[in-house]
């Protein structure tokens, strides 16, 4: 494994480590060159409350792996969240760093109502 991702998945693993210890309901991600996923997960880390990625039908259409891509996907798992009653959350980046499509998914998902 490269040095790069055993570093992401350390980083990964201390946030959830303090998200859990906290019972908080996350919003976590994860992005690949192609595509990126967002659920909301229960605060035991036991069931997904919500889920939306660039796999869907409808998202599937046009370009996945850039900016706007991301966009639409906060903004559908900001609404789908609402649909289980879910408004806060914690963010789980998922180790990566917070700019480009990570940044685009959590400002929407800001501006379509989710709380963090």
């Known amino acids: 494994m490269s040095i790069k991702k055993e570093s992401r998945q350390r980083r990964a693993k201390k946030t959830r480590y303090n998200l859990r210890s906290a019972g908080k309901t996350r919003l976590t991600i994860h992005r690949t060159p192609k595509?990126?996923?967002a659920q909301i997960i229960a605060p035991e880390g036991d069931k997904v409350l919500a889920s939306a990625?660039?796999?869907d039908k409808d998202l599937r259409a046009d370009a996945t792996g850039n900016v706007e891509a991301a966009g639409k996907i906060g903004t559908l798992i900001a609404e789908?969240?609402?649909a289980a009653g879910v408004t806060k959350v914690a963010f789980d980046r998922s180790g990566f760093k917070y700019h480009g499509r990570v940044?685009?998914?959590a400002d929407a998902a800001r501006e379509a109502g989710l709380e963090f």
């Open 35 to 37: 595509h990126i996923y």
């Open 53 to 55: 990625s660039t796999l």
């Open 80 to 82: 789908k969240a609402k």
């Open 103 to 105: 940044k685009a998914l």
